[in-house]
């Protein structure tokens, strides 16, 4: 069992910048793992923003967030993380990071097992 406890939402301004840290409180990530953000904002649907292999360190990106968002992991502290430069109001969301052992597919055609409570970010 994996458990995932994101931090670093908050408020910015447009055009401002904000890095997201998810942590595996308990369970360990293996290679085998996809890892993702999502978000998801009031009366929307969830959406993936970002998602990274760990076993090699491929990354994906939603064309809303790419040239803006990078995904990054750092194995030795088990944490992921999100950086987002050039925030927009449109990027305001509960953001979400995901976990799950991957067997076959990419990792954006993935069911998710694990989520952390989530981290709010507001931009205005």
């Known amino acids: 069992q994996v458990q995932l406890v994101e931090s670093g939402g908050g408020s910015v301004q447009a055009g401002g910048s904000l890095r997201l840290s998810c942590a595996a409180a308990?369970?360990?990530?293996?290679?085998?793992?996809?890892m993702a953000w999502f978000r998801q904002a009031p009366g929307k649907e969830r959406e993936g923003v970002a998602h990274?292999?760990?076993?090699?360190?491929?990354?994906n990106y939603a064309d809303s967030v790419k040239g803006r968002f990078t995904i990054s992991r750092d194995n030795a502290k088990n944490t992921l993380y999100l950086q987002m430069n050039s925030l927009k109001p449109e990027d305001t969301a509960m953001y979400y990071c995901?976990?799950?052992?991957?067997?076959?597919?990419?990792?954006?055609?993935?069911?998710?097992?694990?989520w952390g409570q989530g981290t709010q970010v507001t931009v205005s």
């Open positions: 995901a976990a799950v052992s991957r067997s076959s597919g990419g990792c954006r055609s993935l069911e998710y097992r694990y």
């Open positions: 308990s369970g360990y990530i293996y290679r085998n793992y996809c």
């Open positions: 990274i292999y760990i076993g090699d360190g491929s990354t």
